[in-house]
C-alpha cells in the first residue's frame, strides 16, 4: 500500500487526474492512496496568506516559509515519509528508471509550487528530492505531480490487471513500444501486418522486438546508445 500525500495551493487541479481509469481502480483496490492537501489551511493570517513579494523585488509571488513548514511537520506527526519531492523546473529530468525506483517506496509527500516557487530555505531543510518532468515551465507543480503520481501508480504490483504489461511499456527496457493494431483486420485497405494474423507466439515476439529498434534506432537514437 502506497501514500502519497500532496500539498498544493489549487487542489481543484488535482481532482480529476487520480478519479478516473487506472488511478482510480488503484485506490479502489486499496494499492495507492492520493491525499490533497490545500496549503491555506496552515495560511498564516485571516487573509489566507501564504504567499509574499521576494525580496530583493522582481516579479511574482513566492511562497513562505511559515505555512509550508507546518504543513509539512503537520503531516510527518501521522507519517514518516521515504521522500520529500518539490515539483520544480530545475528538479531532476523525471524518466521511467526514477518512476520504478519511487514506486517500490511507501510514503511519499509531494510539495506543488506555484507562481515564482517556494521560499529556499524550505527546499534546503524538507525537500529531499527535487523533480522536472521536462524543460518547459508550468504555472505551478500541480500538473506535473499529476504525471508522477499516474507514472508511479501503474507500477505498484497489482494495480494494472495484466502485471506484464508495465513491462512491456516503451522506456522500460530503452527500446519504445512496438505498433499496436485491433480489429478490424482491412481498414479502408490498410491491412494489419500478416505475422499478428497467424497466431505463433514465437514470431509476434520476435516480429515486435524488431519493430520496437526500428523505432528506436530512427526516433530516438539517443535512448539506442544507451547501455
Ligand atoms: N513546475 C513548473 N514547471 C515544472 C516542470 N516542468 N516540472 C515540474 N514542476 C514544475
Known amino acids: 500500500m502506497m501514500t502519497i500525500d500532496i500539498i498544493t495551493v489549487v487542489p481543484d487541479l488535482l ?85 520504478n525506483q519511487l514506486s517500490m517506496l511507501q510514503n511519499l509527500l509531494i510539495i506543488c509550487g506555484h507562481y515564482k516557487g517556494i521560499d529556499q530555505r524550505i527546499r534546503d531543510q524538507y525537500i529531499t528530492m527535487e523533480i522536472s518532468i521536462g524543460d518547459y515551465v508550468l504555472s505551478g507543480g500541480e500538473l506535473a505531480a499529476a504525471v508522477v503520481v499516474d507514472a508511479i501508480g501503474r507500477l505498484i504490483p497489482g494495480v494494472l490487471s495484466d502485471e506484464t504489461s508495465a513491462l512491456t511499456d516503451s522506456f522500460q527496457d530503452n527500446l519504445l513500444a512496438p505498433p499496436v493494431y485491433t480489429r478490424p483486420a482491412d481498414f479502408r485497405g490498410m491491412k494489419v501486418p500478416e505475422i499478428l494474423l497467424q497466431g505463433d507466439p514465437k514470431k509476434v515476439e520476435d516480429w515486435r522486438f524488431e519493430q520496437s529498434v526500428e523505432r528506436t534506432k530512427t526516433r530516438r537514437p539517443d535512448l539506442f546508445k544507451e547501455d
Open 15 to 99: 481532482e480529476g487526474p487520480f478519479s478516473h481509469s487506472i488511478m482510480k481502480r488503484a485506490q479502489d483496490k486499496g494499492l495507492l492512496t492520493v491525499r490533497t492537501h490545500n496549503l491555506r489551511k496552515w495560511a498564516i493570517n485571516k487573509h489566507a496568506q501564504v504567499d509574499d513579494y521576494p525580496f530583493g523585488g522582481g516579479a511574482g509571488m513566492v511562497l513562505m516559509c511559515e505555512p509550508l513548514a507546518n504543513a509539512i511537520e503537520e503531516l510527518q506527526i501521522n507519517t514518516s515519509y521515504d521522500a520529500i519531492i518539490y515539483m520544480t523546473p530545475d528538479g531532476k529530468t523525471f524518466d521511467q528508471p526514477m518512476a
